[in-house]
């Protein structure tokens, strides 16, 4: 009876038994909805047998694939919010600051065959560039935008964070226009590999495989280092940390150029599996990537990451295996609704994740 | 020293905020609208403003006069030489690949239509004397200083809104004489600039003059002269669509559409302290539901009159809110921010899809809403729309009001502060939270239903989060919790971008700085209610002395 809804069910409990049954029975009725929409379309796919293993194969890789950016991204929701207790709302807007990074260098390299050439460095200097300007833009938000909220409780600096989001995407959009620029498609990138008659694309094995070494190199950074264990302490308890000599304030401008710098390198992926980069291309990774990272745990880190590559699996799977075998038409169209229902779901039933469960008492 | 650093970081900062608007494509839009026709443009103007700004902020505090004025001098000079350096860098590399607003028009504009060297000294030098002006006004006299500030702020008003100026003094005699001096079709005239500047500098100055003479307003009186001038507001509000015509009829038609959704909103963040961003999903219920009760295309349902289908309407939107209402009962805070947000989105790709096309209409939306009639009376121009716009917003309005000091709106306000300490005192928490997202979503849904019958037409493109973002940005720039600060909100945030139509694009822009300056420093609104702008002090008094106490 620790956490979220749970209290009220409980509380209510004792002052009456008929409201009680109100709510619990809503929650009761969704979670029985939900399981019997997910158990009933599973048996319809099932039954109906439409794809084909390669296509599942297809799926779950890019289910990966994608999981492995919401995942990068959801590590910078989770530290941040570690250190301050801010839903840092324009996280998905710092990722797209490094799409538009790494789309100006990577298309004079294209242009001028560099990028053919030398993919290695090329890309090097591609993820440099998304890193570091996606740190160096989240340092500054937290500069100008949330500093003065540190000791502010209620919504101010959760709005201040839309305000942010919306300054970032409408400061790009007049900068750079509003048109959708085109990632340049290095020839290298077309690779595919075949194993017992399964295709696996290269760049979908190249962004996870990268994805995964970045994200360990973080997680070595949060674990071993003097910086990292700060940032462990403050996210513990900052007042205790500050009264033992952590400052504090480093401490939270290191983890937004760590954040930032995270969210810098799944810009640069994501644009480079989607082929676009646009203004408002970070706003619907970034809400996922929140729920991801609730999904895990908010708080913890490993949590982060299981949290995004469980969000992408579930995105990506789910209107096949869940939409398509109730006969809904169109499923992969609704695969935003099957996200964002998931984060729903997950802020209603399990607001602590799977993986925070310290977090959820402060929090709550 | 110190004074000099303040002042050269003061002058850069101003210069980086020149050249982002610069690079934005603000300064360029701004140009082309004429503050005094042939004279002086928006554009100039706001460069004129950074470096008087500059100026005057870099001489806060410099102590003795001439050292502040030194101070000026070297801030407006700083950030002169940065749009100088803007310009000499757009003139010889090209930048428009990148930076898409980097154009020879900019260019021009940046160098007085100079050639780019001796631009960038006119650049320079202009920013030196705007500078040094700002210093000299910052240490000036303030009544004088007020007058100055209030004439110049009258004649941009007067010039950038000549058009809508000019449409309500369309009459002959003699206020058709004092246009034909003040304004020639195309603009403000000089001779009208220098005018309205002497009036209204001279108003300022008497009025100064006035309340020095030892005249301060006991809190009584400022209460009524604060209820005189939002009726006076709330007359022209009702009486600027006869005398301004359809296009402000249509504008004011959207304030007042945005007044009701600022209402509800009001009562669910405001009072209850529950941040819903899903506030677009029930306007979508409220719209849908009464364009298939209404059409008459084949997708319609019923074919219903608008009264019979506008209570339908907000019923289910009532529905629509309790029942998202019930599972996310125990969800608090940010977090219910974001689930309601999910919520909103999910809306919108439902509408959108193939999925729920057969009944929604997909992408093409339902057509053929007929408009509203009294009788054999048809409400179809934008100007009888709003009028039943603004009687929706009078009885929202009368609706919030008393539910304010109601036992709810008391159990409401004990909620947003703590929701435990409530609990325990009694609140009915389930309730009032359910009473709160139904009376919510029932203004979003009245909001939606008129949204229907106003277009004719529902799209799923019209039920972007941005509906949300904007009704929550107007109770926020109006002050939370106060009904004249929707109003006040609606019509800054609603009704201003609408009428300064070429910045459209840049609305957001707006938006999103303008939440995070008010979150800074004036959280508790333009407009505050009594309650919160106490509570907002307390508090703030409070912090101070814990802050003091943290080390770094």
């Given amino acids: 009876m620790s956490a979220g809804p749970l209290a009220i069910p409980s509380v209510a409990a004792r002052r009456g038994a008929a409201r009680m049954s109100a709510v619990s029975l809503a929650l009761w009725t969704v979670r029985f909805l939900v399981v019997a929409l997910v158990v009933a379309g599973t048996i319809g796919t099932i039954l109906k047998d439409r794809y084909t293993t390669a296509q599942w194969f297809e799926f779950v890789l890019f289910g990966l694939t994608i999981g492995s950016l919401y995942a990068q991204v959801a590590l910078g929701y989770t530290m941040v919010y570690g250190v301050l207790r801010l839903i840092n709302f324009a996280h998905g807007d710092i990722m797209m600051c490094g799409a538009f990074a790494g789309y100006f260098v990577a298309t004079p390299l294209e242009n001028s065959g560099f990028l053919e050439v030398h993919p290695v460095l090329g890309m090097a200097a591609i993820l440099a560039a998304g890193m570091v300007v996606s740190g160096v833009i989240a340092v500054l938000t937290e500069r100008i935008a949330y500093r003065p909220f540190r000791r502010v409780q209620g919504f101010a600096p959760l709005i201040c964070a839309f305000g942010v989001s919306f300054f970032l995407e409408q400061t790009f959009r007049g900068l750079f226009g509003s048109s959708v620029k085109s990632y340049p498609a290095p020839k290298w990138e077309g690779v595919e590999f075949h194993w017992a008659g399964l295709s696996v694309p290269g760049v979908d094995l190249l962004v996870i495989v990268l994805a995964v070494a970045f994200m360990a190199v973080l997680y070595l950074i949060v674990q071993k280092t003097r910086m990292g264990m700060a940032m462990r302490a403050v996210s513990e308890d900052g007042e205790a940390a500050a009264l033992m000599g952590v400052d504090v304030g480093k401490v939270i401008v290191f983890t937004f150029a760590l954040g930032g710098a995270m969210a810098g390198i799944a810009g640069v992926f994501y644009a480079f599996l989607f082929k676009q980069v646009y203004f408002y291309m970070g706003f619907t990774p970034g809400i996922k990537a929140f729920g991801g990272a609730v999904l895990g745990g908010i708080g913890s880190v490993p949590g982060a990451m299981l949290g995004g590559f469980f969000l992408g699996l579930v995105e990506s799977v789910g209107p096949s295996l869940f939409l398509d075998g109730i006969g809904i038409k169109a499923p992969y169209e609704l695969r935003d609704v099957i996200a964002y229902t998931l984060m729903i779901l997950v802020l209603v039933f399990r607001p602590q994740g799977i993986l925070g469960e310290h977090m959820a008492k402060k929090r709550a | ?552």
């Fill in chain 2, 1 to 552: 020293m110190k004074t000099l650093t303040k002042a050269a970081t003061t002058g850069l900062l101003f210069g980086v905020g020149g050249v982002y608007l610069a690079l934005v494509g603000l300064l360029e839009m701004m140009q082309a609208r004429p503050i005094v026709f042939g004279a002086v443009n928006l554009g100039q103007a706001v460069l004129a403003l950074l470096a008087l700004a500059c100026g005057a902020v870099a001489a806060r505090d410099a102590g003795p006069a001439f050292a502040r004025a030194g101070a000026g001098l070297l801030g407006g000079l700083l950030a002169g030489a940065l749009m100088a350096l803007l310009q000499v860098i757009v003139a010889t590399v090209p930048l428009q690949g990148m930076f898409i607003a980097a154009s020879p028009a900019l260019r021009n504009m940046l160098a007085f239509g100079f050639a780019p060297g001796p631009g960038a000294l006119a650049m320079l030098l202009g920013g030196g004397i705007g500078g040094l002006a700002g210093a000299v006004l910052a240490v000036s006299v303030p009544s004088l200083r007020r007058a100055i500030v209030a004439g110049a702020a009258a004649v941009v008003i007067a010039g950038v809104f000549q058009e809508l100026i000019q449409l309500m003094i369309q009459y002959e005699g003699i206020i058709g004489w004092i246009r034909d001096f003040v304004y020639t079709w195309q603009g403000l005239r000089p001779q009208g600039a220098v005018a309205i500047f002497v009036i209204a500098g001279g108003t300022s100055l008497v009025l100064s003059h006035r309340s020095s003479a030892g005249h301060v307003p006991s809190p009584d009186q400022r209460r009524r002269r604060r209820f005189i001038s939002a009726g006076v507001a709330l007359l022209v509000l009702v009486l600027m669509p006869l005398l301004a015509g359809a296009y402000i009829g249509e504008v004011l038609m959207l304030v007042g559409l945005y007044i009701l959704m600022g209402m509800g909103l009001n009562l669910e963040v405001g009072l209850a302290g529950l941040l819903d961003l899903g506030f677009v999903a029930f306007f979508a219920v409220g719209a849908y539901t009464t364009a298939l009760l209404m059409s008459g295309s084949s997708i319609g349902l019923l074919h219903l009159s608008y009264w019979e289908a506008m209570p339908i309407a907000v019923l289910v939107s009532i529905l629509g809110g309790v029942l998202f209402g019930l599972p996310v009962l125990g969800v608090r805070g940010d977090y219910l921010a974001v689930a309601t947000l999910g919520l909103g989105e999910i809306v919108r790709i439902v509408v959108l899809s193939d999925f729920a096309a057969p009944l929604l209409g997909g992408p093409q939306g339902v057509l053929d809403i007929p408009k509203p009639s009294i009788g054999s009376f048809e409400l179809g121009s934008p100007v009888k729309l709003f009028y039943l716009t603004l009687v929706c917003a009078g009885v929202a309005a009368f609706i919030a009001w008393r539910l304010e000091n109601s036992r709810l709106g008391r159990a409401w306000e004990a909620l947003r502060d703590d929701e435990d300490v409530a609990q325990a005192l009694g609140v009915n928490l389930i309730r009032s939270k359910l009473l709160a997202y139904g009376l919510g979503a029932a203004f979003a849904g009245l909001g939606g239903s008129i949204f229907a019958t106003m277009l004719g037409s529902v799209y799923p493109s019209s039920f972007q989060l941005l509906i949300s973002i904007n009704v929550l940005a107007l109770i926020i720039v109006g002050g939370m919790g106060s009904l004249p600060g929707v109003v006040l909100g609606a019509i800054a945030l609603i009704g201003l971008p609408e009428l300064l139509r070429e910045f459209g694009e840049y609305r957001y822009l707006f938006y999103g700085a303008a939440l995070i300056v008010m979150m800074r420093w004036k959280p508790e609104g333009l407009w505050p209610s009594e309650v919160r702008s106490r509570e907002l002090h307390a508090a703030a008094g409070e912090a101070e002395p814990v802050a003091a106490m943290e080390p770094g």
